[in-house]
C-alpha cells in the first residue's frame, strides 16, 4: 500500500485517488436525494391513501418511457466508455453523442410531461392543487421537488458529458487518459439510478 | 523518523511563484496559501460575529429602554449564530490548519485535488458574500435564528432565503473539502505511514471528513427544500399545506448535530499535537485516540433527536435519542482521560499554546458534562430553550473548537509566517480570555437554571443582576481577543525570525524548514516508526 501511494506522489495523475474522489461526490449526491426519500417515507406512512391517489393521476406512460430513454442512455454511455479503451474515437464520440440526446429527450419528455400538470392547475400554489387533501399536497409538491431536482442533475450531467465530448475531440482524453470519462459515465449512471427509484415511488405508487 | 536533508536555502512557500501580490494568493493551488486565504477570511468573519455578540450583551444590560429595538436582537442572535457557526466554527481548523498542515504531517507535497481546495475557498466566500448580501437588501437580515425553523422561516418576511442559500453554498466548501481530505489521507501518506503511524491530528480530520460527506448534503437538500418553499411555494414543511414541520428539525438536526462533532474533533485533534509536544512525552493510548475520533463521527450522527425532545416527536423516540446521548459522552472522555494521562509524569512546559490548550481541556469538560446533564430527559425539559442550552454550547463550540483554534494558532503560527510573537503577551491576553469566558457563559449556566429563555431581547428584574455580570464578562472576553490578535498581527510584521523547530515538536511539520519550501519536502520522507517519539535530549 504505503510504496504504491508513494508513486502518486510524483506522478501528476492518480486515477485511483480521482476515483475515490468522485465515488465520494457520489455517496453525497445519494443523500442529497436521501433527505428526499426520507420525507417521502415519513410522508407516506403519514398520508398513504394520498399518495394512491396522487400517483394515480401522474403519467405512466412518460414515466415509463423515460425510463426506458435513461437506461439505454446509460448503455450507451459505457460503450463510449469501452469505445475509448479500445482506442476507438469514432465509437466514442458517437456513442457521447448519442447519450447526450438522450438526455434531452428526457428533457423534452419531461417538459411535456410538466406541462400538462400545471395545465391541470396542479402545481404549487395552483389553483386545483390547492383544493386537493393535505397528503396529495406533500405528494406533489415532493414530486415537483424530486423531479426537478433530478431534471437540474439530468441537466448536468448533459454539461458534464459535453464537456467530455470536447475533450474526447481535441484528444485530451485518449485510450490511455480517460479517467475523466470514466469518471463522468459514473456520475451519468448515478442520474439512472437515482431515476430508477423515483419512478416506482411516484409514478407506481398507486 | 528520518527525514531527507533539508536545504536551507530553498524558498519559502510566502515568497515562491511566478505572479506577485494579491493575485498570487487567490489563484495559488497551494494547500499552504490556501490555507492562509482561509485565516484571513475567517478571522475577518470572527470579529464581526464576536462584535454582533458584544452588542447582544449590551442589549441585556438595560431593560427599559432596551439599546435596540427587538427586531433588531433577532437579526443579531441569528447573523451573529450563521456566521459563527457556518462561516467560523465549522470550517474553523480543518480549513486553516487541516489545509495547512494535513499533507505535511502525512509526508505529502499538497492534497490530492489543489484545484478543487481552491475551488472550495471561492465557494466559501460566495457563502459568506452572499450571507453578506442577506444582510442589506430586502426586507432586512434574517430573524428566525441560525436554526432557520419551519414554519416561521417559511412565513418570516425578512431575507431568509438568501441566508439560506448561503449556508446552502458554505455546505459545498464543506463537502468538497471533506473528499479532498478523505482522498488526501488514502492515497498521499508517505512511504512507510501506515494508518497507526499518523499523527492523530490527520485522523481527527478523517473523521471530519466523513462526517461532512456523509452529512453535509442533508442539511444541503433541507435548506434547498426552505428555499422552494418560499420561492415557488411548494408544500414540503409548511402545516397549511399538510406539511410536518417536525420532519423539518428532523433533517435540520441530522445534519446540525454530527456538525457539531465536524466543529470539534479538529479541535480536539489540534489538542492531540500539542499536548504531547509540551509535555515532552508520547502520547499516551494512540489507539484509543484514533479509533474514539472515528467512534465519535459514527455516533454523533445518531443523537440528533436530543435537540428535540421537547417536540414532542414520541417517548420511544426519546428514550433511544437519550441512552445514545449517553452513549456518545464516552469517546470524547476518552480522549480527556488520555490526554491527562499525556501529561502524567510528563515534562510539562507551560507556553501559550500549552495554556491554552489545558484551557481547552478544562472549558470542553464543562461544556461536556452541562452537555450530558441535558441528555437526561426530564432535566432537558426544565433546561431547553434557556440560558442554560446557550452557555452549554459555547462552552463546546468557543471552549473547545474556539480555545482549540486559538492554541492551534499559537502552536503553528511561527511555523506558518516564520515569525514568533510576543510569548508573554499571548500568556497576558490568557487572563482576560479565561476570565470573561467564565464570567460571561458560567453565569448563562446560572440564569438558565432560573429560567432565563435564550433568544429574548429583553428579561425580568430577578434576571438583571446574572445579565449584567454575563456583558461585563463579554467585554472583559473581547478585550482579550483583541489582545490576542493584535500580539499575532504585531508579530506578523516585526515578530522575531524563528528556528525551524521553536517548539521541539517531532512530527513531520518540525523537520521541514520554517516557513515551509513550496513542495514540502524536498524529498518524500520515509516513515519508519510512530509519531511523538521523543528522544531524551529534545526533552533537554
Redesign the interface.
Known amino acids: 500500500m504505503s510504496s504504491s501511494t508513494h508513486a502518486s506522489h510524483e506522478a501528476h495523475k492518480d486515477y485511483e485517488g480521482s476515483k475515490l474522489g468522485m465515488w465520494l461526490f457520489l455517496f453525497t449526491e445519494i443523500l442529497l436525494f436521501g433527505g428526499l426519500f426520507l420525507l417521502y417515507s415519513a410522508y407516506r406512512a403519514k398520508y398513504p391513501f394520498d399518495f394512491h391517489n396522487g400517483g394515480q393521476h401522474l403519467n405512466t406512460f412518460i414515466g415509463v418511457l423515460n425510463t426506458v430513454i435513461l437506461l439505454t442512455s446509460s448503455l450507451t454511455v459505457a460503450i463510449a466508455i469501452s469505445a475509448i479503451q479500445k482506442g476507438n474515437r469514432r465509437l466514442t464520440l458517437l456513442c457521447l453523442s448519442a447519450t447526450i440526446v438522450f438526455g434531452l429527450l428526457f428533457l423534452v419528455d419531461k417538459y411535456i410531461e410538466w406541462s400538462a400538470e400545471i395545465g391541470h392547475g396542479i402545481y404549487p400554489n395552483g389553483p386545483e392543487l390547492l383544493k386537493l387533501p393535505d397528503g396529495e399536497k406533500i405528494f406533489y409538491g415532493l414530486y415537483y421537488c424530486m423531479t426537478g431536482l433530478h431534471g437540474l442533475h439530468v441537466i448536468a450531467g448533459i454539461i458534464v458529458l459535453s464537456i467530455m465530448l470536447a475533450f474526447v475531440r481535441s484528444g485530451k482524453i485518449t485510450s490511455t487518459d480517460f479517467n475523466k470519462l470514466e469518471n463522468a459515465g459514473l456520475y451519468w449512471h448515478l442520474v439512472d439510478v437515482i431515476w430508477i427509484f423515483l419512478l416506482p415511488l411516484l409514478y407506481l405508487s398507486a | 523518523m528520518t527525514s531527507a536533508a533539508q536545504n536551507a536555502s530553498v524558498s519559502s512557500y510566502l515568497d515562491a511563484g511566478d505572479r506577485r501580490g494579491f493575485p498570487a494568493w487567490i489563484l495559488s493551488t497551494d494547500h499552504k496559501r490556501i490555507g492562509i486565504l482561509y485565516l484571513a477570511s475567517l478571522a475577518v468573519l470572527f470579529f464581526v460575529a464576536v462584535a454582533i455578540g458584544v452588542l447582544m450583551r449590551v442589549e441585556q444590560l438595560s431593560v427599559n429602554p432596551p439599546p435596540f429595538a427587538p427586531a433588531t436582537y433577532n437579526a443579531f442572535f441569528t447573523v451573529h449564530g450563521v456566521i459563527m457557526i457556518f462561516m467560523f466554527v465549522l470550517p474553523g481548523l480543518p480549513s486553516v490548519f487541516g489545509n495547512f498542515f494535513l499533507p505535511i504531517l502525512i509526508g505529502?507535497?499538497d492534497v490530492?485535488?489543489p484545484r478543487?481546495n481552491l475551488m472550495s475557498w471561492y465557494f466559501y466566500i460566495a457563502g459568506a458574500l452572499i450571507a453578506v448580501a442577506a444582510l442589506f437588501t430586502g426586507n432586512g437580515p434574517p430573524d428566525t435564528g441560525w436554526t432557520f425553523y419551519a414554519p416561521y422561516s417559511l412565513r418570516s418576511g425578512t431575507n431568509v432565503t438568501l441566508a439560506v442559500f448561503a449556508a446552502f453554498v458554505l455546505g459545498f466548501s464543506s463537502?468538497l473539502t471533506?473528499?479532498?481530505f478523505?482522498?488526501t489521507i488514502?492515497?498521499?501518506?508517505?512511504?512507510?505511514?501506515?494508518w497507526h503511524r499518523m499523527p492523530l491530528f490527520a485522523w481527527s480530520l478523517y473523521g471530519t471528513a466523513w462526517i461532512q460527506?456523509?452529512?453535509?448534503?442533508?442539511i444541503?437538500?433541507?435548506l434547498?427544500?426552505v428555499v422552494?418553499e418560499r420561492v415557488?411555494?411548494?408544500?414540503?414543511f409548511d402545516p397549511a399545506?399538510?406539511?410536518?414541520p417536525i420532519?423539518y428539525q428532523?433533517?435540520f438536526w441530522?445534519y446540525s448535530h454530527p456538525a457539531v462533532y465536524i466543529m470539534i474533533l479538529p479541535a480536539m485533534g489540534a489538542i492531540t499535537e500539542i499536548i504531547p509536544t509540551f509535555a515532552h512525552r508520547t502520547i499516551f493510548g494512540y489507539r484509543a485516540i484514533a479509533y474514539s475520533s472515528i467512534a465519535i463521527a459514527a455516533l454523533g450522527s445518531l443523537v440528533w433527536g436530543h435537540h428535540m425532545f421537547t417536540s414532542g416527536m414520541g417517548e420511544l423516540a426519546n428514550t433511544v435519542f437519550s441512552l445514545l446521548t449517553f452513549i456518545v459522552a464516552v469517546p470524547s472522555a476518552i480522549k480527556v482521560f488520555n490526554w491527562t494521562s499525556t501529561l502524567y509524569k510528563g515534562s510539562i512546559e507551560l507556553k501559550p499554546p500549552m495554556l491554552f490548550a489545558l484551557t481547552f481541556i478544562f472549558l470542553f469538560s464543562i461544556g461536556g458534562l452541562t452537555g450530558l446533564m441535558q441528555g437526561a430527559l426530564n432535566v432537558n425539559t426544565h433546561l431547553h430553550d434557556t440560558y442554560f442550552i446557550v452557555g452549554h454550547f459555547h462552552y463546546v463550540m468557543f471552549g473547545g473548537t474556539g480555545m482549540g483554534f486559538l492554541a492551534a494558532l499559537l502552536y503553528w503560527f511561527p511555523k506558518m509566517f516564520g515569525k514568533m510573537y510576543n510569548e508573554k503577551m499571548a500568556a497576558i491576553a490568557w487572563v482576560p480570555i479565561f476570565i470573561g469566558f467564565n464570567m460571561l457563559y458560567f453565569t448563562m449556566l446560572i440564569l438558565g437554571m432560573m429560567g432565563m429563555p435564550r433568544r429574548y431581547f429583553t428579561h425580568l428584574p430577578q434576571y438583571h443582576t446574572g445579565h449584567v455580570i454575563a456583558s461585563i464578562g463579554a467585554f472583559i472576553l473581547a478585550s482579550g481577543l483583541l489582545l490576542f490578535f493584535a500580539n499575532l498581527a504585531i508579530a506578523l510584521i516585526k515578530g522575531k525570525k524563528v528556528a525551524q523547530n521553536p517548539w521541539g515538536g517531532v512530527t513531520l511539520e518540525w523537520l521541514i524548514p520554517t516557513p515551509p519550501p513550496r513542495d514540502n519536502f524536498e524529498e518524500?520522507p520515509t516513515i519508519d516508526d510512530r509519531p511523538y517519539v521523543f528522544n531524551p535530549e529534545a526533552a533537554q
Open positions: 505529502a507535497r490530492a485535488f478543487l463537502i471533506g473528499i479532498n478523505i482522498t488514502h492515497r498521499l501518506r508517505a512511504p512507510g505511514m501506515t460527506v456523509l452529512v453535509t448534503p442533508i444541503g437538500i433541507t434547498l427544500l422552494a415557488f411555494g411548494v408544500g414540503v399545506k399538510g406539511g410536518d420532519l428532523h433533517l441530522i518524500i
